[in-house]
């Protein structure tokens, strides 16, 4: 009589299975380095800061253009914050020269209204604001999170 021998199975053993997980959770962490999610949401901030820096400083020299040359009362040659305790701009130049002010993605405060400028009592954008002594040249700054630079600005 001949004894019956047992089929052969086509399977994966837990050995394969366990280096096959291995290679991929390497793998993963490889890209993830790669990618770096949280440097991409830094830099996706630095620049929305450098559009709003240029944003509002556009805005005052359209004011200044509309008013022979002079700048907001508010700007000074001290540099302050943009916020309605320092340097309050929206009188000036809300919503004719720009629609509402622009807050840092990280450091704006405002009151918990639909805009800065229209029904919120208390703000600050996070960008500040100086003039320079001799001429009526205007630098406004932020902070960025991704250093160098020290700071983003633009002066004009």
Do not use: W
């Not at 009188?91 to 990280?106: F, H, K």
């Not at 996070?126 to 630079?149: D, F, H, L, W």
Request: hydrophobic share 40%; with cysteine.
């Amino acid at each position: 009589m001949l004894s019956k021998l047992p089929k052969k199975l086509n399977a994966f053993t837990l050995i394969e299975l366990l280096v096959v997980i291995g290679i991929l959770a390497i793998l993963l962490a490889i890209v993830l380095v790669a990618i770096n999610p949280s440097r991409q949401f830094k830099q996706a901030n630095d620049t929305q800061r450098k559009s709003d820096v240029n944003a509002i400083l556009n805005a005052i020299h359209q004011y200044a253009a509309d008013n022979k040359g002079d700048l907001p009362s508010a700007i000074t040659a001290s540099e302050q914050s943009i916020s309605n305790s320092a340097a309050d701009l929206c009188g000036d130049i809300v919503p004719q020269y720009i629609a509402d002010l622009p807050l840092d993605p990280t450091a704006g405060t405002k009151d918990p209204t639909d805009a800065v400028c229209t029904g919120a009592t208390s703000y600050d954008t996070g960008y500040k604001v100086v003039k320079s002594a001799t001429n009526n040249r205007v630098t406004v700054s932020a902070t960025p999170e991704i250093t160098p630079p020290s700071t983003i600005q633009v002066t004009r």
